[in-house]
């Protein structure tokens, strides 16, 4: 079946390179989107990656593939909460499943 | 472009009671899906409305219902609130269930 896995928390100083994994199993055609909470806002889109835009996605029965996100030169203001989300084309059955991860909280040190 | 827009935004019930949370999605957008968040459990989906339809359900008891309006607005209710349904509630709004997601500012429910 279908799942999300994400690092819990990562802890970096800043000016650092940090990278935040998204490990997924698709059964269909995946989208990936990735979002950000910052403190008291909403949940916002950093990016999609689709299966036309990435030489990596294939069709059906992808298995513990991760997908990460990199922020270079962090500062103290990218601390939130990452969270990676898998959109799963079922074609033949016409269905669609959102399949979100636990999210990872970034923590930037001054 | 108006957001999202989630009513009220702060709520207190009491065990045993119903609520309703309102959602107003972004113009043009026809999916609105919700969601609960809490510290411990994080970012959980309750269930997806398109175009008036339940086209999506999470693994919540039968006292989370939803409905859409033919104006794309959706609204959540819960009845015989426990105090475990504490929660931020989400809403998000998108073009189609495929598409990227717009989320609203949530509704606090603190249930005592």
């Known amino acids: 079946s279908n799942s999300v896995k994400q690092t819990g928390q990562i802890t970096v100083s800043e000016g650092a390179s940090v990278t935040m994994n998204c490990t997924y199993t698709?059964?269909?055609?995946?989208?990936l989107f990735w979002y950000v909470e910052y403190p008291s806002k909403p949940l916002q889109l950093l990016q999609r990656?689709?299966?036309?835009?990435s030489k990596n996605f294939g069709g059906g029965n992808i298995k513990d593939k991760n997908s990460p996100i990199v922020k270079y030169s962090v500062q103290v203001s990218d601390s939130a909460v990452y969270y990676c989300?898998?959109?799963?084309?079922?074609?033949?059955?016409?269905?669609?499943?959102?399949?979100w991860g636990a999210g990872t909280k970034l923590i930037i040190k001054p | 472009k108006a957001g999202v827009t989630q009513t009220p935004r702060y709520l207190i019930k009491t065990r045993g009671q119903q609520v309703t949370l309102s959602c107003s999605p972004i113009?043009?957008?026809?999916?609105v899906s919700w969601y609960q968040q809490t510290p411990g459990q994080g970012l959980q989906f309750l269930f997806e409305?398109?175009?008036?339809?339940?086209?999506n359900k999470g693994n919540f008891p039968g006292r989370f219902s939803g409905r859409q309006f033919s104006n794309s607005r959706s609204e959540m209710n819960v009845s015989t609130l426990e105090l475990g349904d504490s929660a931020l509630y989400l809403c998000?709004?998108?073009?189609?269930?495929?598409?990227?997601?717009?989320f609203g500012p949530g509704t606090r429910l603190t249930v005592t």
């Open positions: 998000a709004s998108s073009w189609a269930t495929s598409y990227e997601q717009y």
């Open positions: 113009s043009g957008h026809r999916s």
């Open positions: 409305y398109f175009s008036e339809t339940q086209r």
């Open positions: 698709s059964t269909g055609y995946p989208t």
């Open positions: 990656e689709t299966m036309e835009n």
């Open positions: 989300l898998l959109g799963d084309c079922q074609r033949r059955r016409s269905n669609y499943q959102l399949i």
